[in-house]
C-alpha cells in the first residue's frame, strides 16, 4: 500500500479563509510518499507512532481504523512548517495508503476525513491545505457553490465550498527563510487579534476581496494587476501579526524582478512567493538575501496511488 500528495502553495487569502472568507491556492510539484506495510508492531520511519512527529499519521491511523499493525513509512519532498502544506501532504498520503487496500482513491472521502485530522492535531483550521492536497490543481475556497464545485466541508457553524479553478501555466518563486513556523499557534494568534481589533477584521475582509480580484487579474493574465494584490495582500498578513523581518527581507529582494510577492502559508517565517516571468534572477535575489529558493508550478496531481 502506498500512495503519494503534493504540497500547496496559497496565492491568496489564507488566514482569512479560516473565516470563511474566499482563497486560492494550487498544487506544487514537491510530493510527500507513504508506504504502507503489514509487521509485527505499528511503526512510522522505524520509530513509535507516539512520537509527536507522527501525531498526524497516528491520527490518521486512527480515522480509517486500519487493521495493523503497520510499518509506515514517510519519504517527502515538502519542507516541513515552510508554509507549503507539508502536513496536509503527509496526512492526504498516509489517508491514501492506508485507503488503498480496500479498493480506488476517493479523493472527497480523503479531503474529509484529512480536515478532521488537521483539525484534532493543529486545532482551528480550514479544508484549503487538505483539500488541494486531494485534489491537486489549482483550488478556489467560496462562500457558496458554484460551477467547478469539488465538494464542500463543515465544521461547527462555517462551511467552505472547494472549487476546481484553472490557472494559467505560470511559474512561481518560492522563497523559504528557514525559519519554521507551527500553523496553529499563528491561526489562533489571528483569532484573537481579530476578536479585538476592529482593523484585523476589516484586513480579513479585504484579504477576502483581493483574493477574488486576484484570481480575475490571473485568469486574464494581467500580472502587474495579480502582482499589486500580492504585494498588498503580504501587508495585510502583516497588520494581522503573521509577518516576520526574514519574509520582509526576501520580499523585497524578490520584488524588483517580479510582478508582486507576499507571504504563503501561515508565515511567522515560512516561505514567501513571487509571481514572475524570470524566475531565475528572482530566485538569485531571493538566495542573496539569505533564503532559500525554488521555481515551482502547478502539480495537477492530487492524492494516487503509487506502484
Ligand atoms: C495554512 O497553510 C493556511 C492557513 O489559512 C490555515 C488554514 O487555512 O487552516 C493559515
Known amino acids: 500500500m502506498a500512495a503519494s500528495a503534493p504540497g500547496k502553495l496559497i496565492l491568496f487569502g489564507e488566514h482569512a479563509v479560516v473565516f ?25 520511519d522505524g520509530a513509535s507512532l507516539d512520537e509527536p512527529r507522527y501525531r498526524y499519521v497516528k491520527a490518521c491511523v486512527r480515522k480509517t481504523k486500519v487493521e495493523g499493525p503497520l510499518w509506515i513509512e514517510i519519504r517527502s519532498m515538502v519542507p516541513s512548517g515552510a508554509g507549503l502544506g507539508s502536513s496536509a501532504a503527509v496526512s492526504v498520503a498516509t489517508l491514501g495508503a492506508l485507503h488503498g487496500s480496500t479498493g480506488p482513491l476517493d479523493p472527497r472521502t480523503i479531503a474529509r476525513e484529512a480536515f478532521e485530522v488537521e483539525h484534532e492535531v493543529q486545532g482551528r483550521a480550514s479544508p484549503i491545505d487538505t483539500s488541494t492536497a486531494s485534489a491537486g490543481g489549482g483550488i478556489l475556497v467560496l462562500q457558496e457553490p458554484q460551477d467547478g464545485l469539488l465538494w464542500s466541508i463543515e465544521r461547527d457553524s462555517r462551511r467552505w465550498f472547494l472549487h476546481r479553478t484553472a490557472l494559467p501555466p505560470l511559474d512561481f518563486v518560492i522563497g523559504n527563510t528557514g525559519i519554521s513556523a507551527a500553523t496553529g499557534p499563528l491561526v489562533a494568534k489571528v483569532k484573537e487579534r481579530v476578536d479585538r481589533d476592529p482593523r484585523a477584521a476589516d484586513a480579513v475582509r479585504e484579504i477576502g476581496v483581493i483574493t477574488l480580484d486576484g484570481l480575475r487579474a490571473l485568469q486574464r493574465k494581467d500580472l502587474v494587476a495579480a502582482g ?48 514572475t516571468d524570470r524566475p531565475e534572477p528572482t530566485a538569485a535575489a531571493i538566495r542573496a538575501a539569505g533564503g532559500k529558493a525554488f521555481i515551482v508550478r502547478s502539480d495537477p496531481v492530487g492524492v494516487a496511488t503509487l506502484g
Do not use: C, F
Open 228 to 275: 499589486g494584490l500580492m504585494d498588498r495582500d503580504h501587508a495585510l498578513l502583516t497588520r494581522l501579526g503573521v509577518g516576520h523581518s526574514a519574509l520582509d527581507r526576501l520580499v523585497e529582494a524578490a520584488r524588483p524582478s517580479s510582478y508582486g510577492a507576499k507571504l504563503t502559508g501561515a508565515g511567522g517565517g515560512g516561505s514567501m512567493v513571487a509571481l
Open 20 to 44: 470563511g472568507e474566499p482563497a486560492l491556492s494550487t498544487a506544487i510539484g514537491l510530493r510527500a510518499e507513504v508506504y504502507a506495510r503489514p509487521h509485527k508492531e505499528w511503526l512510522a
